[in-house]
C-alpha cells in the first residue's frame, strides 16, 4: 500500500475542507483532484511550472517517489496527508520559493534538507560540485575546505561521492550550521570524515590547517549592494540576504578568499569559487596577484563564465 492510501480520507476538491470520514459513505477524494486543484491554484497564483510543483507537493504530502505517485493518483487521501498538502499549497501559492516548501532539495546525488536559514542549491552549484570532485581526483586531494557551506551542499557531494577525504565547511552564521550538520549527519557513516565549524571564512578553521589543504570551494555572497532590488521577489525577499550580497561592489569576500588563499593550499593546490559571469576579469586578476600560477574561469550550463579556477 502506498503512503497515500488509508481509509482515513481527506479534502473536498472545491472547499478544500477536511471532510469527516467516520460515516462510511463519507466522500473520498483521490490525489488527482488534488494535483488538479493545486495546478490550477497555482497557475492562478502566476507560477509558470504550476503542473510539475502540483504533482512534487503531492509527492511530498503523500510520501510518494515520482513513480509512485503516477501509479496512485486514483487512491483516496488521508486527513494528515490532506492538511500536509494544502499548508503547502497555501505557502507556495503566497510566493515561499518551492525548495522551502517542500524543505528538501535534491543536490547530485544527495537530497537536502533546505530552509529559509540556507540558500537554495541551484544547478550553478552543481557545476561548481562536478568541478570540485574533478580537482580531488587530479590531486588524489586528502583535505577540501567550504569557505561558506550554507546548507552543506558542497561537503556533502564530497562525502557522499568520495571517500579519503576530510571535508571541512565553515560558515558565520550558526543558523546556516546547523542545517549544515543536519544534512552531513544524514549521509550515515561517511559523516565521520566532515568537520563543520563556526566563524568567517578561514578564520573558522585551526592553524594546522595552513598549507596542507589540497582543494579550497567557496560559493561566496557575490550579489553587489544596488543589484539586490533586482532579484527576483523569491530570492530577495526568502532567501538569507548575508548569504547573497558581501557589500556596495559584490567583490568583497571573493577579494578576501583569493588573497587569503595561497597561504592555506598545497602545492599544487586549487581554488575554486563560483561568481557572477560579469566579475570573471576582475577575479581572474585578483588571483594572478595573488601568486596563483594557472588562472581560468569555467562556465555554468548556460555557457556564462561562472567558475573562477586558480592553481597554485
Known amino acids: ?41 497555482l497557475a492562478a497564483a502566476g507560477i509558470a511550472n504550476a503542473a510539475s510543483e502540483a504533482q512534487w507537493i503531492a509527492e511530498r504530502a503523500g510520501g510518494f517517489d515520482a513513480a509512485e505517485l503516477i501509479v496512485g493518483l486514483d487512491e483516496p487521501v488521508t486527513v494528515r496527508c490532506a492538511t500536509f498538502f494544502h499548508q503547502m499549497l497555501d505557502r507556495r501559492a503566497a510566493g515561499e520559493p518551492l525548495q522551502y516548501v517542500l524543505g528538501r532539495w535534491p543536490f547530485r546525488t544527495v537530497e ?20 570540485l570532485l574533478d580537482a580531488c581526483d587530479r590531486l588524489a586531494a586528502r583535505t577540501v575546505v567550504d569557505l561558506g557551506t550554507g546548507s552543506g551542499a558542497l561537503v556533502s557531494a564530497v562525502l557522499a561521492e568520495r571517500s579519503g577525504i576530510e571535508v571541512w565547511g565553515t560558515d558565520v552564521s550558526e543558523e546556516a550550521l546547523a542545517v549544515a550538520r543536519a544534512n552531513v549527519a544524514a549521509l550515515g557513516r561517511r559523516a565521520v570524515a566532515g568537520r ?10 585551526p592553524d ?18 544596488h543589484e539586490m532590488a533586482d532579484l527576483p ?73 561562472r567558475i573562477l579556477h586558480a592553481r597554485r
Request: no cysteine; net charge negative.
Open 233 to 305: 521577489d523569491d530570492v530577495r525577499g526568502w532567501e538569507p540576504h548575508v548569504a547573497l550580497t558581501s557589500g556596495p561592489t559584490g567583490l568583497e569576500d571573493i577579494e578576501t578568499i583569493v588573497a587569503e588563499a595561497p597561504a592555506w593550499l598545497t602545492r599544487p593546490g586549487v581554488l575554486l569559487l563560483e561568481l557572477a559571469p560579469h566579475q570573471a576579469r576582475r577575479a581572474e586578476r585578483l588571483a594572478r596577484d595573488a601568486g596563483f600560477t594557472a588562472v581560468s574561469t569555467w562556465p555554468d550550463l548556460a555557457g556564462r563564465d
Open 112 to 131: 537536502l534538507m533546505v530552509d529559509r536559514r540556507v540558500l537554495i542549491p541551484r544547478p550553478e552549484t552543481e557545476v561548481l560540485a562536478g568541478h
Open 196 to 205: 563543520l565549524v563556526a566563524g568567517r571564512w578561514f578564520e573558522a578553521l
Open 208 to 225: 594546522d590547517l595552513r598549507g596542507r589543504v589540497d582543494v579550497i570551494v567557496s560559493n561566496p555572497p557575490y550579489v553587489a549592494g
Open 1 to 41: 500500500m502506498s503512503a497515500g492510501a488509508g481509509r482515513e480520507t481527506g479534502v473536498g476538491p472545491e472547499t478544500g475542507a477536511v471532510l469527516d470520514t467516520t460515516d462510511s459513505d463519507a466522500p473520498t477524494v483521490l490525489w488527482r483532484a488534488l494535483v488538479r486543484l493545486a495546478t490550477e491554484r
